[in-house]
Nanobody, 116 residues
Framework: QVQLVESGGGLVQPGGSLRLSCVAS????????LAWYRQAPGKQRELVVM???????NYGDSVKGRFTISRDNAANTVYLQMNNLKPEETAVYYC??????????WGQGNQVAVAS
């Protein structure tokens, strides 16, 4: 069973930055497909960005050029650097890991609030 523990959320002003972290268990982390999702109040969960084991990325259109996903395989950690945040990006952010066996696992969620 893969466990994911997130950190780094909080309150930030519009235009500000935050970095989310997600530490995963398991010895095959370097082979996981990793992703960040978010769910705003009253809305469906949406994909923010995905990162494959080979390093390919797929960003949502609304975050391109502002958000960056990265991974540290030695530390079993995936990061989401978020710059120039907007109020409408207030949401609970979730990390997700998919194992080579195609099992998906979710983090506990991390609240990000963008407000003055």
């Amino acid at each position: 069973q893969v466990q994911l523990v997130e950190s780094g959320g909080g309150l930030v002003q519009p235009g500000g930055s935050l970095r989310l972290s997600c530490v995963a268990s398991g010895r095959l982390f370097s082979r996981y497909v990793l992703a960040w999702y978010r769910q705003a109040p009253g809305k469906q969960r949406e994909l923010v960005v995905m990162l494959t084991a080979s390093g390919a990325t797929n960003y949502g259109d609304s975050v391109k050029g502002r958000f960056t996903i990265s991974r540290d395989n030695a530390a079993n950690t995936v990061y989401l650097q978020m710059n120039n945040l907007k109020p409408e990006e207030t949401a609970v952010y979730y990390c997700r890991a998919e194992t080579p066996g195609l099992e998906g696992h979710w983090g506990q969620g991390n609240q990000v609030a963008v407000a003055s």
